[in-house]
């Protein structure tokens, strides 16, 4: 969290370095008007689609975070505790982004900073055990020691006994001046990312020397956000690609940030849909250092528009979910009070106070007031609306739009119900939908309980209706239907055990499971998530299961569901990822490597050889962008055309030779433009045929 004085004292703002621009969502919010209407008549029907067959994990007791600040006077009030434990607040962040960096646990100070009476870790404590959450800390690197962090471990969990699990070393570290940007306090005479992954690994081995069991994570950069792909002087690798390979299988898990930097309601509400590609290209980086297992934190969170009116409502739901649906074990927004900045008109003619906090300061900017002390802005009740979708041990599902106003997120309850959270993000429109199941049959005959939260409320209103397959959303709206299952539907077994992926090679798969429980199934069967829909590629009746055919080069998403003698499918394994390679053995090779980056573009160098026996005189390169937020901008050593996410290759007039038995290598390169993820190509081709990628 990158911090400077607010007018208020004691309360601090979050000041954005990154900009989003908006994409297709955007467009249609902007055609949908920008301002707040009487609610129009309905659009055509929206398809919505559940597919329960589909599971995107489990949802984790520390799912549902948000930050806390020792400068919030207010932060352990029992009224505040009351409310943190009505939204099911499960992990609560101390002692406040970059006060991490300069807060002294032992003497409760945080020296150039404000430190709130009441704030200090014992009554922090005693919040976290009030509401039922769990702590996750941060231990003091930019201006702490090792030495530091462990005795605050041995105070919390050997002398108080609180089994404080999670510990970050630092908040965002590479803030510290190393890239120009220095908000950070980093008193290391050497700020490089090399130093702060050795540094870090001094932070595990002293924390775990007192207690094994804490869990130490270390700080990375947010793939497509500043500074993804920028290298100090003289280094030939990111933040990134410096840090996890000295940290990784040493680091328990790892932090990110994300503010996507939107200064509109329209650009806002498109940035969810690019956490997948970021997290899953986050994901691929850990992998290639042997760590695609690390868990991965989101410790804080944003939309960094309208702040405490409706929109960064729709954006927060919406952001949760799609990071918990991609892996991360904790979301915690940023933050519980931060107070008014700066007053601004939503669109929908809501006054904004520019605050970031989920809770009112009460606190004023001229002769305009923000509402009492302690009043729930909209995100705070976004939050809330979470738990009326899944709660700890509910299975997160694939659910799908056909328009992109609508976002939606579905669960499996552990008690068979099926829920249903859809996302109105026009202002002025509401939106008919008709709902479409897989994988689950509602029970017609029973009463379906709707929470809906809508633009501009006070509360979120619960009713229960009958059973329908069409619904309608009002503007700028939370809705959430939980459905019964009809009797005799489900069957008995348990879900197989997350599959582990045992062998691959560039068109084979090898995964294994543990088996499931609660009866007899007579085969498992393996199916690769395609948008809501299942394809199924293998069955098996043992537990492991080998598919082969694939595509080389690709990343798919896989579970596993067993089949009962009644032919009724169990829930779906939670999600396993797998990932194929290029041949071992080709008649090209094509090496491929980023050498700049700014967060939104890049430098990129390719070289090709010919390592076949005939030579090739004219060659076309050929690959695909990963991400459909990748472009071409510019291009040297070659000829560039692209369609779409397809990029083709062509020589200029002197590099078109390439001798056999790799005689020698022909290098191009060219310039990327990037909104949001930028993962590298995996699969060229030369000519048609599938390259070794290096």
Known sequence: MRLITSTTPGLW??????????????????????????EG?????????????????TIPSTAYGLNSAVWDAQMNAPQVQDLLHAATIGMLRYPGGSYGDIYHWQTHTAPGGYVAPGTDFDAFMGTVRTIGAQPILIANYGSGTPQEAADWVRYANVTQGYGAKYWEVGN???????????????????????????????????????????????VLTMPGNWPDGVMGDGESADWNHTVIPLIAGKADFVIVHWYPGSSTAAQMLTTPAQLTGELDQLRAQLAAAGAGSTPIALTEVNGGAYHNTQPNALFGADAYLTALQSGVFTVDWWDTHNGATQISTAPDGATDYGDWGILSSGDCIGTVCAPPLNTPYPPYHAISMLSRLAVPGDRLVAAGSSDALVAVHAAHRANGDLSVLMINKDPSAARTVALHYAGFTPDPSAPVTVATYRDRATAIDTATSAYGTARTLPPYSLTTLTLHPTPGTASSL??????QV???????????????????ATRYEVYRQVGTNSELLADSTGTTATVHNLTPGTTATWNVLARDATGRLSPPSDPVTVRTGTPAHSPCQVA??????????FNAAVTLTNTGPTPITGWTLAFD?????????????????ASGRHVVATPVDWNAELAANGGNSVSFGFTGAN????????????????????
């Open 41 to 57: 008549p309905p659009a055509p029907p929206v398809d919505v689609t559940v597919n329960a067959h589909e599971g995107l994990g």
């Open 494 to 499: 348990s879900a197989p055990g997350t599959p």
């Open 502 to 520: 045992t062998a691959t090679d560039d068109t084979t798969a090898t995964v294994s499971w543990t088996p499931s429980s609660g009866g007899t």
């Open 625 to 641: 962008f990963p991400s459909a937020g990748e472009s071409v901008a510019g291009f040297w050593n070659a000829h560039i055309s």
């Open 675 to 694: 909104d949001g993820a930028a993962p590298p190509p995996t699969v060229f081709t030369v000519n048609g045929t599938v390259c070794t990628t290096t």
């Open 172 to 218: 965002e570290l590479y803030g510290n001046g190393h890239y120009g940007s220095g908000w950070e306090h980093d008193d290391h005479a050497d700020h490089s990312p090399t130093a702060y992954a050795h540094n870090v690994l001094q932070y595990v081995t002293a924390m775990k020397a007192v207690d094994p069991t804490v869990k130490v994570g270390a």
């Open 13 to 38: 703002r979050r000041r954005l370095t990154a900009g989003a621009s908006a994409a297709a969502l955007g467009a249609a919010l902007l055609l949908g008007g920008g301002s707040a209407q009487a």
């Open 592 to 601: 491929y490597r980023t050498t700049a980056g700014w967060g939104n573009g």
